[in-house]
């Protein structure tokens, strides 16, 4: 194939067709999307104003809360507009800046992550410490940490991939621009890219995952000693919500990242995408904060206070 022109923008040919079938199903998405927002929106809402909720592990919640609502932000509204309009059309400095913007947040939340089920590890293990060992210093550190790991890693990567020259054919076979399908574009030897983003992949995927399952396995091994059976329960039941939120994010992400590129599809990359950029946002606010009983109270007490304002 020929070497396309570096500055001809891309097309991106979307998750949906115009079928009745697709119309429903991109409402759904668009529901999801703005129940994902005002969820988060909320979260952080919440937090802010209740001073019993400024503790470390709610902090990390309302960094995760923000994080989400940039990653819905990022791709949704590109999306809807492509699917309405039928202009698909992205420029490279688009394609570059949504890569970039996108993997800090999955990054960030890679590892922002791992230092909520820190946090959760030194809360249940060893509570009487807990001032100590997850004092607001670490926490803020923690937090910084995770985002300026996850931005040298969008930034690494979207330069990248758009160092390499792209052949005639264009059209990304995606609803965002995301790395590993722009790559497929690439009229070059791709393979020390790929080499190096799979490096990067360990690091910022089954690295943080593996500190999520030990401190969780700790976790557990405290639950069994209790001699409580209702406290048992209600600790399998928090621990088991968590670490299904935190598999739907981190498997989708490794079988995007990390999987043989003999093996890939654009149509399982894209809805497997879906699943980690759209889904999971939504389910956060859900599993981490509106099950908890101190979230609840404070939207209570909110609700009251917003309608004795209003009378």
Not at 197 to 205: E, G, N, R, S
């Amino acid at each position: 194939m020929k070497i396309g022109n570096s500055t001809s923008d891309f097309i991106l040919l979307g998750l949906f067709n115009y079928t009745e079938a697709h119309l429903f199903l991109f409402v759904m998405i668009l529901t999801i999307a703005f129940s994902s927002l005002v969820g988060n929106a909320l979260m952080i809402l919440l937090i802010h104003q209740d001073f019993h909720l400024h503790t470390p592990m709610y902090f990390l919640l309302s960094q995760l809360s923000l994080m989400d609502m940039m990653l819905i932000s990022t791709i949704v509204p590109k999306m809807a507009a492509d699917y309405l309009s039928g202009k698909k059309s992205i420029s490279p400095a688009g394609c570059g800046l949504q890569i970039f913007v996108f993997l800090t947040l999955a990054g960030g939340e890679c590892f922002l992550l791992a230092a909520m089920s820190y946090d959760r590890y030194v809360a249940v293990c060893h509570p009487l410490r807990y001032p100590t060992l997850m004092s607001w210093q670490l926490c803020r550190r923690m937090t910084m940490g995770s985002w300026f790991l996850g931005a040298a890693d969008g930034l690494m990567q979207a330069a990248a991939t758009l160092s390499f020259p792209f052949c005639d054919a264009h059209e990304i076979n995606h609803f965002f621009c995301e790395a590993p399908t722009l790559v497929r574009l690439a009229c070059a030897d791709t393979f020390v890219f790929e080499y190096v983003m799979y490096i990067c992949c360990v690091l910022m995927l089954l690295v943080p995952f593996s500190l999520i399952l030990v401190s969780y396995s700790l976790i557990l091994a405290v639950v069994l000693q209790m001699r409580s059976r209702e406290a048992r329960k209600k600790a399998f039941a928090t621990c088991s919500s968590h670490l299904t939120v935190v598999g739907l994010f981190y498997g989708a992400a490794i079988f995007i990242y990390m999987r043989p590129k003999s093996y890939r599809s654009a149509n399982h990359d894209k809805v497997v995408s879906a699943f980690y950029t759209i889904f999971t946002p939504v389910l956060n606010p859900i599993i981490y904060s509106l099950r908890n009983s101190e979230v609840k109270g404070a939207l209570r007490k909110w609700l009251v206070s917003k309608i004795y304002k209003d009378l």
